[in-house]
């Protein structure tokens, strides 16, 4: 009788024993993520993940500047360089969805002034193009084309590429984006966005500093070495310089870097368009128009896109990581590197934000991103 009653005091008590001895995988990565950051340098920056829509783990490393005398939080505000591209993409497909814009319609239409290559005349750029940088556009430097003088020889536009034939990434696609933004909404981006994207889903959010509506939880721009490359009282003087108006013609370069965000902020970006364009019961995109923007747009019949491309309309797709296929967008500037993720086959999403550190890629995709990605896995291993 003894043993019996031995037995069954052991048995009731391994759940708890293998409870306790079961590992605490909040800090496990939490230990992970200092560490990797710590080796790159990383002088501050966040890692939010979420599953399904819901976050499940967020982790805020360091500090706004090298003094160390403000820690970062989950909700400090950055410039995030090109992942801009992605999230304002979100509000033009807003748009053409409601006005029912083909996607193959020329920019020329939208925005009112002739957006063509002079060495390929007779060619029409398209939306489709400029949303998956294949509309021959070159530049990475330059916003505000004189477009009625531009002449074949010129630092915008290829003389040997056709649009729609090959892919090459240019920021001024990026720009156009919100020139059409502007000429469909007669607002300009930031109203806009507000109003129809960062009101929705409760994110602090703007294109400039100056115009974010909570601007107490702020980083500047660091540069590789972690020194600051632009001061917050410098980037915020800049404001009387920002063009708040609806001018599609002068304002085609605030949706190529300008956005400034969180990583709070683009989890619950990713997170939406993982969830299929809807997000705690706000819905900001049709299912259709999330499936459209991720996928290989010359697979679509009669596309003004002819060739491959990284880029679904402003998504890209990394291949060859666990649990499927990633979408999502990167942004570098100075020492900063911005990344958001989601993976359709996991329910995954991923926000990464590391800043004043000289960032190495793999694949065009920063490492410190990656190796993040692959340590969500965990998350989904049952």
């Known amino acids: 009788m003894k043993r019996f009653f031995a037995l069954l005091l052991t048995l009731l008590l391994l759940p708890l024993a293998c409870h306790a001895e079961a590992p605490d995988w909040k800090a ?9 950051f710590a ?4 002088v501050g920056g966040a890692v939010v993940i979420a599953r399904d829509g819901q976050v ?4 805020a490393y360091g500090h706004k500047t090298q003094s160390r005398r403000e820690q970062v939080t989950a909700d ?4 995030i360089a090109s992942v801009t591209k992605l999230v304002s993409a979100v509000g033009l497909m ?9 996607l193959d319609t020329p920019v020329s239409d939208i925005v009112g002034y002739p957006v063509v290559n002079p060495a390929f005349p007779g060619e029409r750029i398209t939306i489709r193009q400029v949303m998956s940088h294949t509309s021959s556009l070159v530049q990475t430097q330059y916003y505000h084309p004189n477009w009625e003088t531009l002449k074949v020889n010129n630092k915008y536009f290829s003389q040997k590429v056709a649009p729609g034939t090959a892919y090459a990434y240019s920021n001024l696609n990026g720009g156009l984006m919100g020139a059409m933004i502007e000429a469909l909404s007669g607002q300009s981006v930031n109203t806009y966005m507000q109003a129809h994207v960062f009101g929705p889903l409760g994110i602090n959010a703007a294109y400039h500093m100056g115009l974010l509506k909570d601007q ?5 721009q660091l540069a590789k070495d972690g020194t600051i490359a632009e001061g917050l009282s410098v980037m915020l003087a800049s404001l ?10 002068a304002n085609t370069s605030h949706t190529s870097g300008d956005l400034c965000i969180s990583a709070n902020g683009l989890i619950r970006v990713i997170a939406m368009l993982e969830q299929g364009g809807e997000l705690d019961g706000v819905r900001i995109l049709p299912k259709e128009a999330v499936q459209l923007m991720m996928q290989d747009q010359q697979t679509i019949p009669s596309s003004s896109v002819h060739c491959d491309s990284e880029y679904g309309l402003a998504i890209a797709r990394v291949e060859g990581m666990p649990g499927g296929t990633w979408y999502g967008h990167q942004g570098r500037k100075h020492g900063l590197s911005s990344n958001v993720y989601f993976q359709p086959d996991t329910g995954l999403s991923i926000a990464v934000i590391a800043n004043g550190y000289e960032a190495h890629a793999e694949d065009n995709v920063v490492t410190i991103a990656r190796a993040m990605m692959k340590k969500a896995q965990e998350f989904v291993q049952e």
Request: proline share 9%; with cysteine.
């Open 28 to 36: 496990q990565m939490d230990d992970y993520v200092a560490k990797r």
């Open 39 to 42: 080796a790159r340098k990383i």
């Open 56 to 59: 499940l783990y967020r982790y």
């Open 76 to 79: 400090t505000c950055y410039r």
């Open 94 to 102: 807003q748009l053409l969805t409601e006005k029912n814009i083909p």
């Open 216 to 220: 107490s939880d702020m980083a500047p």
């Open 240 to 249: 009387p310089e920002y063009n708040d108006t609806c001018d599609p013609r």
